[in-house]
């Protein structure tokens, strides 16, 4: 056990750190494509022998948070989570703009997040590295969402905690990881060699491989089927939700890597008597 507190003090604290914990995640949602995007143009300069381009200093820390609008830096009280959100009805104090509601839903997210593994595992080792994993594939859900890319600096570290995960704590997993990661990788390698053979398209990004290949290595590849099936399940339901809502998504690209995270929520979550549901029936 990491601590030891009474539930009256343990799960207010536990809450208010998972919404901490969402308000670092937007700041990484907003700012690792950013940043991605400014490390290609440099090596593109470079490799085009081009002067190298002076830009302030950038990343997770620095600048402070602004206002997408205008650009005003926002009061330390107007980035509590939640509270800061509600207190200014969504709007900018400064120039009155809307502020996106994805800030307080991915808030929100992480208090449920860090409530729900913490209720399962406890307040121990192995409940951090899961937390650990629910927390970034929540931040590679958003960002697929907006912008169709998952960063290579959160799923390969997501792929080797996994493998970490499991030599910690499941070594007798260990090869079924190793064996997860491989096949996870390689599923979905194929679909997307075979779909652009047949047709002349790409159906899916490299990210989405690793991204399951990360997945198999955090559930072992036992679960990949399980995996996939949910995906697939979910993306088709609120794919076909969000066309009936807002028509103007219609033949639109609708990317796989969210679908992939919450299928892996799902799994790390109440992996188990999921399993045990998906075996009764295949067998």
């Keep these: 056990m990491l601590v030891d507190l009474p539930p009256a003090l343990f799960w207010p604290l536990a809450a208010f750190l998972g919404l901490c914990l969402g308000s670092f995640l937007n700041v990484v949602i907003v700012r690792v494509p950013v940043m991605l995007m400014h490390g290609w143009r440099a090596e593109a300069r470079e490799a085009l022998e081009l002067s190298e381009e002076e830009r302030p200093r950038f990343n997770l820390l620095v600048p402070r948070s602004i206002c997408p609008h205008c650009e005003q830096p926002i009061a330390w009280h107007d ?3 939640l509270l800061g959100w509600f207190k200014r009805r969504g709007r900018c104090a400064h120039c009155q703009a809307r502020i996106s509601p994805q800030y307080p839903l991915v808030e929100l997210a992480g208090g449920v997040l860090t409530l729900a593994v913490l209720g399962l595992h406890g307040p121990t080792w192995p409940a951090l590295f899961v937390l650990g994993a629910c927390l970034t594939l929540l931040a590679l859900t958003v960002i697929d969402f907006r912008t169709q890319l998952l960063p290579d600096v959160l799923t390969l570290p997501l792929l080797w905690a996994g493998l970490a995960y499991q030599l910690l704590f499941q070594p007798l997993m260990l090869a079924d990881a190793v064996i997860g990661a491989m096949a996870g990788y390689l599923v979905l390698w194929s679909v997307y060699w075979l779909f652009k053979l047949v047709t002349g ?6 990210g989405d491989f690793k991204l399951l290949a990360a997945l198999g290595a955090w559930l072992g590849w036992q679960y990949l089927p399980l995996v996939l099936i949910l995906a697939a399940g979910t993306g088709a339901i609120i794919g076909i939700a ?11 690209p609708m990317p796989f890597g969210p679908f992939l995270a919450m299928a892996g929520w799902i799994a790390l979550l109440i992996g188990e008597p999921l399993m045990a549901v998906y075996l009764s029936w295949t067998s």
């Design 242 to 252: 969000m066309q009936l809502v807002l028509p103007r998504l219609r033949g639109a």
């Design 79 to 81: 980035n509590l989570p």
């Design 201 to 206: 398209k790409e159906g899916m990004g490299y």
